[in-house]
T-cell receptor, first 114, second 116 residues
């Protein structure tokens, strides 16, 4: 099955700096790569996703890049703000199968220092 | 719009006791999932359902059972709880659209279970 590795496990940045979280996946058939943000006491919430036929996607201060050849994808957050502090999870899935279940990375705790 | 609701929010069990976690969604979603979240391990899939009356095993199904008698509800049962089942449990749902990629998982806020 799919295996997703995520680094770093913790990341501390100063407000206004950029943050980068990296993930690698094992199954070359995976074709959907979402990122989730989890705030304390809440369930994960989708913040951005990318399909395998796209190399980069942006949404305001966040962007995701995908390198299919190397089987890795990254989340980039620019101009970080204290409200970006949370746990971030990457995930991978093969969306053409009936299961459509996501395999998650182990998570990155991002702390933005004011 | 409530989305995905999980009950209870917290529970403490003794080893060997049984319990059922309830997940309810009001979005008419076809697919439902149970994940467990443990420190440093992300979210791991326990069981899932692709429609009313169907269930299937995920990555870590041992010690759990599920039922999907109604489309809007997905129940997770622990028949004989063990300390290794101490975790935070999340239910999620999504709509099924053939070939659609933009149907995100909607998560509940979790059930924190402690088995002593």
């Amino acid at each position: 099955g799919e295996n997703v590795e995520q680094h770093p496990s913790t990341l501390s940045v100063q407000e206004g700096d950029s943050a980068v979280i990296k993930c690698t996946y094992s199954d070359s058939a995976s074709n959907y790569f979402p990122w989730y943000k989890q705030e304390l006491g809440k369930g994960p919430q989708l913040i951005i996703d990318i399909r395998s036929n796209v190399g980069e996607k942006k949404d305001q201060r966040i962007a995701v890049t995908l390198n299919k050849t190397a089987k890795h994808f990254s989340l980039h957050i620019t101009e970080t703000q204290p409200e970006d502090s949370a746990v971030y999870f990457c995930a991978a899935s093969l969306m053409d199968t009936g299961r459509r279940a996501l395999t998650f990375g182990s998570g990155t705790r991002l702390q933005v220092q004011p | 719009n409530a989305g995905v609701t999980q009950t209870p929010k917290f529970r403490v069990l003794k080893t060997g006791q049984s319990m059922t976690l309830l997940c309810a969604q009001d979005m008419n979603h076809e697919y439902m999932y149970w994940y467990r979240q443990d420190p440093g391990m992300g979210l791991r899939l326990i069981h899932y359902s692709v429609g009313e009356g169907t269930t299937a095993k995920g990555e870590v199904p041992d010690g759990y059972n599920v039922s999907r008698l109604k489309k809007q509800n997905f129940l997770l049962g622990l028949e004989s709880a063990a300390p290794s089942q101490t975790s935070v449990y999340f239910c999620a749902s999504t709509i099924q659209r053939t070939g659609a990629y933009n149907s995100p998982l909607h998560f509940g806020n979790g059930t924190r279970l402690t088995v002593t």
